[in-house]
C-alpha cells in the first residue's frame, strides 16, 4: 500500500518523481511552513508507481503507444481522435487490487466514516517545474464524495494526461509522453463556494516586475478564475512596504464576476453548478483589504521557502473565513525572460477601436479574424489569423500557437489562457464582453497589447515598430536622465528602463484614466441629478463612498508610480487640467467657466488657492499625504505647476503645510514647475518657497514666444530651441545652482530634440526627464556625443 498511495504530509520537495510536481507542493508546504500560517488541506495522492502498473496490469501501455506513434499533432482532427481513443482505454480499464485497497484504506483514514466533500486533481511528474508550464493540462474534480465517485474521478484524471491539449503540449516541448506518469491527489475541499477563490502571483505576470503580490479572486469555487470564465477582481501588494507593517495595498480593479461556481444540489447531474452573481455582490470586491495582505504575506512566504517566483491558488471559506492554499507551483514565464533585455513595441497609427479588453503581454498582432465557438470549430484556424472566441480554455492551446493574436470575451489575467498565450508569445485581448458580436469572420484588425493594462483591437493592418535593446551596461552621463510617466498602467515596465526616476507624473493623467469624473461632483454627490449620480454609482462600485472613491483612486495611482520606481524620486504634478479639460470630466460641465482661453486661464496655483476648487485640491492633497505618510512612500514629492506670481507661490506652499505636505516634513520636497517667463526672471523670489525647478519647456515657449501651442496654423514656429527660451532656461538653471536646489527640466523639448538635451547638459541641469520611447536614444546619443566632445 505504501508504494501506491501516501498522505500528502508524508511527501515533499524531493519527491516529485513519486507524486508529481503538484502533489509533492502541497506537502512540502504542510510539511515546512505551517508554522508561517501557510494552510493547506491535507488528503492523499496515489503515487506515480501506481499509475505505471496500472497501465501494464490491463495492458494498456502497449495500446497507447499503437495509438500515439500514428499521431499527427498538425492534424487537429487526429489529435482528437487518438486522444479520446486513449482515454476510454483508460477508463473502461479496472484498477489492479492492489491499488484499489490502497485507495480504500486511505480514505476511510481521510474521511474518518465522515461525508466529506474532496477535490480530486492531477499532479504530473514533469509538471510545475522552473522551465516548463503544465498548467491547466490535466482535470481537476470538485465536490467528490463517496468512494466509488473518487474512484471514477482518479481514472478520469489518469484518462487526462492524454486529452488533447497535453498531447500536443508533450509534442511541442520535446517531452516524451511515456517519461511522464501521473499522481491523482485527494484533498479535502475548502468551502469557498460560501467564500472566494482565485489565483495569486509574486510577481507581476505582464513585466516581470517582482516587487509586487498579483492578486485575482472571484467569488465561489475557484475554477471560474482558473479556467476564465468569469472577469476576477485585481489587487497589487508593494512586498517591502507589507513587510514594514504598512498599507500595501497599491491597485484595487473591480471585475465583473457574472457568474460562479457552486455545489450543486445532491443527485444532481454534475456535483457542481454555475449560478449568477447578484448586482449587489457584483458591484462590491470580493475580498476585503485585510484578506488581501493576508494572502500577499502567504504568497511571499511560499515565495521565501521556495526560493523563485511562485504560482498560487488560493480558497476563503465563506464559513470561518479561513484562507488555504490548494496549490503553488514555480511561475515559468516572466521569470524566465532576460530582464537585461527591454522588447518595446510601438504603434506608429491607430484608428477606429472595435473591442478593448485586459492586455496579456505587450505584444502587437494584425491578421484576419477567425471567430470560434467551441471546440469542434477549432480546425478552422489557419496560420496568422485572429482567434475570436467567447473564452479561451488550455483545450485550445494545439491551435493558440497558429494565432497572430488571441481576443475572448470573458477572462482574466490569470486564467490559464493567458499563462499559455504567455508562454507562446501572443497577444491576447481577455475580457471583452461581446467580442464575439462585433467582428466578421475575414475582417483586418491590429490587436495593441502594448498601451498598457487596457488591450484594444483596431479596425485595418496598422504599422507598428518592434524594438530590442539591451540595457546590460549603458554608458555614464554627467547628469541624471528621468521618465515621464503619466500612466500607472506602464509603471511597472517603464521602471526596467534605465532611469533615475519620474520627473514628471501628471496627476491629471490619473484622474482622467482611473477615475474620470469631476472633484465637485463627488463632493457634492447629494445634489446631481438621480441619472448623473446613478453614472457616478456605477464607477465607484466597491468604494465606500463617492469621496474614498476619488481620494482611493488618487492613492492607487501615486502609489503604483511610487512602488514601481523605489527609492528613486517620484515628482507627482498637482493636476494641471485646464477648464475645458475638467469640463469633460463626468458631472464638469456643471463647475467649470467657459473661457476663450483655458491655456491661459483658470489653472494651477491660481486654481488650488481659489475658494471655488481648493476643496477639490485639498482632496488630491490628502492621497499624496497617505501615500507619504502612512504607505511609507516617501520618495514621492511634491510639484506645482502654472505659479504666475511669488504671492501665489507663498499661498499654495502654505495651502499644502495646512494639509500636511510641509516643506521638509519626513523628507519632503516641494518643487516648481518653471514655465512661465515671470518664473526664470523672478527666479530667487520663487525659490524662496521652493525646493528646485523643474522646466516646462512647451509652456515656457509658449509665453516667451507669443505662440498658442493649440494653433496648427503658426505650429512651424514652435521652438524650445529659441534664442529667447534658451536665454531663460538659462537663467532658471544658474538660479538653481547659485542656491544649491534642484533644476531639471520635464517638458517635451528634449524628447523630441537630442541636440536641447546636449545643450541642457552643457548648462548643468540636474536631470532631464524624457518620455519613455526616447530614453535609449536620447542616452546613446548624448553618451556618444559626449565621447566626441572629450
Not at 180 to 204: H, K, N
Not at 382 to 408: N, S
Request: with cysteine; net charge negative; hydrophobic share 40%.
Amino acid at each position: 500500500m505504501q508504494n501506491y498511495v501516501l498522505r500528502l504530509d508524508q511527501v515533499g520537495m524531493d519527491d516529485i518523481e513519486k507524486v508529481g510536481g503538484k502533489n509533492a507542493s502541497l506537502g512540502e508546504m504542510l510539511q515546512e511552513l505551517s508554522g508561517a500560517h501557510v494552510k493547506v488541506p491535507n488528503g492523499f495522492a496515489t503515487t506515480a508507481l501506481a499509475y505505471k502498473e496500472f497501465l501494464t496490469h490491463g495492458g494498456l501501455e502497449d495500446q497507447i503507444k499503437d495509438k500515439l506513434d500514428q499521431l499527427d499533432t498538425n492534424n487537429i482532427q487526429n489529435l482528437k481522435d487518438a486522444g479520446k481513443a486513449i482515454r476510454d482505454l483508460i477508463m473502461n480499464a479496472e484498477f489492479q487490487p492492489q491499488l484499489n485497497s490502497a485507495i480504500e484504506a486511505a480514505w476511510a483514514e481521510m474521511s474518518n466514516g465522515e461525508d466529506i466533500a474532496v477535490a480530486v486533481r492531477s499532479s504530473a511528474t514533469a509538471e510545475d517545474l522552473p522551465d516548463a508550464s503544465f498548467a491547466g493540462q490535466q482535470e481537476t474534480f470538485l465536490n467528490v464524495r463517496g468512494l466509488t465517485d473518487i474512484k471514477r474521478s482518479i481514472k478520469e484524471v489518469f484518462a487526462s494526461l492524454y486529452n488533447d491539449r497535453a498531447i500536443s503540449y508533450r509534442v511541442h516541448h520535446g517531452f516524451e509522453h511515456s517519461e511522464v506518469a501521473l499522481s491523482a491527489g485527494i484533498q479535502r475541499m475548502v468551502r469557498s463556494e460560501t467564500g472566494a477563490s482565485g489565483v495569486m502571483f509574486t510577481l507581476d505576470t505582464e513585466s516581470g516586475f517582482n516587487h509586487v503580490v498579483f492578486i485575482t479572486s472571484a467569488y465561489g469555487l475557484g475554477e471560474t478564475v482558473v479556467q476564465g470564465a468569469v472577469n476576477p477582481d485585481e489587487f497589487y501588494v508593494y512586498k517591502p512596504t507589507l513587510k514594514m507593517g504598512a498599507p500595501a495595498i497599491i491597485r484595487r480593479t473591480i471585475g465583473s464576476k457574472a457568474i460562479k461556481m457552486v455545489y450543486a444540489e445532491p443527485g444532481a447531474e454534475s456535483p457542481v453548478s454555475t449560478v449568477q452573481v447578484s448586482p449587489e455582490e457584483r458591484g462590491a470586491f470580493s475580498i476585503n483589504d485585510g484578506d488581501v495582505e493576508a494572502l500577499a504575506k502567504i504568497a511571499v512566504e511560499i515565495e521565501s521557502h521556495y526560493g523563485r517566483p511562485m504560482d498560487i491558488e488560493w480558497a476563503k471559506d465563506g464559513d470561518t473565513g479561513e484562507l488555504f492554499v490548494v496549490q503553488a507551483r514555480p511561475e515559468t514565464v516572466k521569470s524566465r525572460s532576460n530582464q537585461a533585455v527591454i522588447e518595446r513595441y510601438l504603434l506608429k497609427e491607430t484608428s477606429r477601436v472595435l473591442v478593448e479588453g485586459r492586455s496579456i503581454g505587450h505584444r502587437i498582432g494584425s491578421g484576419n479574424v477567425r471567430i470560434v465557438y467551441d471546440l469542434s470549430e477549432m480546425d478552422k484556424v489557419q496560420p496568422g489569423e485572429v482567434l475570436v472566441t467567447d473564452m479561451t480554455d488550455p483545450d485550445w492551446e494545439p491551435v493558440m500557437k497558429r494565432a497572430a493574436a488571441i481576443i475572448t470575451n470573458r477572462g482574466g489575467r490569470t486564467c490559464h489562457a493567458a499563462i499559455i498565450a504567455r508562454e507562446l508569445g501572443i497577444p491576447a485581448i481577455v475580457g471583452c464582453g461581446d467580442a464575439t458580436e462585433q467582428f466578421v469572420n475575414g475582417q483586418l484588425v491590429t490587436a495593441s497589447c502594448a498601451e498598457g493594462d487596457t488591450g484594444r483591437v483596431y479596425e485595418g493592418k496598422l504599422d507598428y515598430e518592434h524594438q530590442s535593446n539591451s540595457v546590460e551596461s549603458m554608458p555614464e552621463l554627467p547628469f541624471q536622465i528621468m521618465m515621464n510617466v503619466g500612466n500607472p498602467d506602464r509603471a511597472f515596465d517603464f521602471q526596467a528602463l534605465p532611469n533615475a526616476g519620474v520627473g514628471l507624473a501628471r496627476l491629471e493623467f490619473i484622474i482622467n484614466r482611473m477615475i474620470g469624473i469631476h472633484p465637485k461632483a463627488l463632493l457634492n454627490f447629494d445634489q446631481q441629478t438621480p441619472s448623473l449620480q446613478q453614472t457616478i454609482k456605477r464607477r465607484i462600485s466597491g468604494y465606500s463612498s463617492p469621496v474614498d472613491f476619488y481620494v482611493d483612486r488618487l492613492v492607487e495611482g501615486i502609489s503604483t508610480l511610487a512602488a514601481a520606481f523605489y527609492p528613486k524620486k517620484v515628482i507627482v504634478r498637482m493636476s494641471d487640467f485646464k477648464s475645458n479639460e475638467y469640463g469633460h470630466l463626468i458631472g464638469g460641465d456643471m463647475y467649470e467657466p467657459n473661457e476663450e482661453n483655458p491655456m491661459l486661464g483658470f489653472r494651477g496655483a491660481t486654481r488650488y488657492i481659489s475658494e471655488s476648487f481648493r476643496d477639490c485640491f485639498e482632496l488630491e492633497c490628502r492621497a499624496l499625504k497617505r501615500v507619504r505618510d502612512e504607505m511609507q512612500l516617501t520618495n514621492v514629492e511634491v510639484m506645482i505647476p502654472f505659479v504666475r506670481t511669488p504671492g501665489e507661490a507663498k499661498q499654495v506652499v502654505d495651502l499644502l503645510a495646512a494639509n500636511g505636505l510641509k516643506r521638509g516634513h519626513n523628507g519632503l520636497r516641494v518643487i516648481m514647475m518653471c514655465e512661465i517667463p515671470s518664473n526664470a526672471l523672478l527666479a530667487d523670489e520663487f525659490l524662496a518657497y521652493f525646493d528646485g525647478f523643474s522646466i516646462g519647456s512647451n509652456d515656457l515657449t509658449q509665453l516667451t514666444l507669443g505662440l498658442d501651442r493649440d494653433s496648427g496654423v503658426i505650429a512651424h514656429l514652435f521652438d524650445e530651441r529659441d534664442a529667447a527660451v534658451k536665454k531663460l532656461l538659462s537663467m532658471a538653471i544658474t538660479a538653481c545652482k547659485k542656491q544649491g536646489k534642484y533644476i531639471g527640466i520635464c517638458g517635451q523639448g528634449p524628447s523630441d530634440h537630442p541636440d536641447l538635451a546636449r545643450w541642457l547638459m552643457e548648462q548643468g541641469i540636474d536631470s532631464i526627464s524624457l518620455n519613455p520611447d526616447s530614453v535609449l536614444d536620447t542616452w546613446f546619443f548624448l553618451a556618444n556625443n559626449d565621447k566626441q566632445t572629450d
